[in-house]
Nanobody, 120 residues
Framework: QVQLVESGGGLVQAGGSLRLSCAAS????????MGWFRQAPGKEREFVAA??????STYYADSVKGRFTISRDKNTVYLQMNGLKPEDTAVYYC???????????????WGQGTQVTVSS
């Protein structure tokens, strides 16, 4: 059974930084992609960034390019978030999928989410 556990969320002022972690267990992930998504109250789940476990290819949403960096190490995926804005406020989820994509339907397993709040 795949388990994904996110951590690192919190409250930060605009312009600040946070690093989210997603610890994955339950199988070998070398042939998979890991993604970060977010969901703000009243809005649909939105793609943030993804990384192919093997090779490290990355893919970002335009809204976070140049500010967020996704990386992985062993069985943990990280999302370094710099230059945070109030509109980045959301619950952030990590997910495991079979292809490097921003389509949430292509991801099979999801974590429980971690809250990120950016104050102005």
């Amino acid at each position: 059974q795949v388990q994904l556990v996110e951590s690192g969320g919190g409250l930060v002022q605009a312009g600040g930084s946070l690093r989210l972690s997603c610890a994955a267990s339950g199988r070998t992930f070398s042939s998979y992609a890991m993604g970060w998504f977010r969901q703000a109250p009243g809005k649909e789940r939105e793609f943030v960034a993804a990384i192919r476990w093997s090779g490290g290819s990355t893919y970002y949403a335009d809204s976070v390019k140049g500010r967020f960096t996704i990386s992985r190490d062993k069985n943990t995926v990280y999302l370094q978030m710099n230059g945070l804005k109030p509109e980045d406020t959301a619950v952030y989820y990590c997910a495991v999928g079979r292809v490097l994509t921003g389509n949430p339907r292509e991801y099979d397993y999801w974590g429980q989410g971690t809250q990120v709040t950016v104050s102005s």
